[in-house]
């Protein structure tokens, strides 16, 4: 998606017929085959697909250019590649959090229980599978939050 585009509930139908015009589009589809090629091959439209996949059910005339524009995008560089050096054993996740915090420390604090729990489940997981004879006891979770930090070492 390009800098400077916004999108937002005012840009939903506002009218009957409107509404109706944008039921004939079949956004939800190219959705869903964008989705596809994301969890595919091209990590790179992700952010844009979790902002227009927010209006799925009330999509107006914007929403559905953005969505022509991945897909002209997606056509114009289907030859191209991405290589990632360097992130072979790293786990990305972004989400919205679910509950709603008080400070940027309490976030910091949430996410990282969130990751040393996924890791602990990673390593009993692929420990029970018995594939890998050695698995790395320790494991490094990098946090930007200073007053987060001495919070996550107390016993």
């Known amino acids: 998606m390009a800098h400077g585009i916004s999108l937002c509930k005012n840009q ?3 009218t009957q017929d409107e ?8 956004y939800a589809s ?9 969890l595919c091959t091209r990590p790179d439209v992700s952010c844009t697909l979790s902002l227009t996949s927010r209006y799925q059910l009330d999509s ?3 929403h559905r250019t953005i969505m022509k524009n991945v897909l002209k995008y997606l056509r114009r560089t289907k030859h191209a590649f991405l290589v990632y050096e360097g992130l072979e054993n790293e786990l ?4 919205k959090q679910a509950t709603v915090a008080d ?8 996410v990282a229980s969130d990751a040393t729990k996924e890791v602990v489940w990673i390593n009993k997981f692929i420990g029970d599978l018995r594939v890998v004879l050695n698995i790395a006891n320790s494991v490094t979770l990098y946090c930007d939050n200073n007053r987060a930090i001495p919070q996550a ?3």
């Open 12 to 14: 939903c139908p506002k």
């Open 153 to 155: 070492k107390e016993p």
């Open 92 to 95: 990305v996740k972004s989400s």
């Open 103 to 110: 400070s940027t420390t309490e976030v910091e604090y949430i």
């Open 60 to 62: 107006g005339e914007a």
């Open 19 to 26: 509404w109706e015009r944008m039921q004939k589009i079949f």
């Open 30 to 38: 190219a959705m869903g085959s964008i989705m596809y090629v994301m």
